[in-house]
């Protein structure tokens, strides 16, 4: 069997749907990582993209809603991306420990497989 870094459709929809609970249920985090330039307040911002990721994630469970969900999972892994760059840079700067660095870094390719996995679900639906 081979080990593939493009998620399923199952596990695509879990991503989206733990992480979109995590907004609401911690938000802190997120708001911290919001680019200044992002219009409203970063706690809109993550609740707006917390619902989204919600929707999108019981989207792609349903036969009827999978393929606009995966073009839309598509577009938030790139809408969001930013904030991950800014999560990056803001641990660059306090210095944080190289384990932490690892991790911010480690997240800005992993966009990629995202990305290819949900324009794959929308090609297949």
Do not use: C
């Not at 803001?90 to 996995?117: D, M, T, V």
Request: hydrophobic residues 50%; glycine residues 6%.
């Amino acid at each position: 069997m081979a080990i593939t870094l493009i998620p399923s459709r199952k596990v695509l929809s879990g991503i989206l749907i733990g992480a979109g609970a995590l907004h609401f249920l911690k938000p802190e985090p997120f708001d911290s990582i919001v680019p200044s330039w992002v219009p409203g307040t970063p706690r809109q911002a993550t609740l707006v993209s917390g619902l989204a990721e919600l929707l999108i994630g019981a989207g792609l469970m349903n036969p009827k809603s999978r393929k606009a969900a995966a073009y839309s999972a598509a577009a938030l892994f790139a809408a969001v991306f930013p904030a991950n760059v800014e999560m990056a840079r803001q641990w660059q700067a306090e210095k944080r420990e190289p384990l932490y660095l690892a991790i911010a870094y480690g997240r800005l390719p992993l966009q990629i497989p995202l990305i290819q996995s949900a324009l794959r679900i929308a090609k297949e639906s």
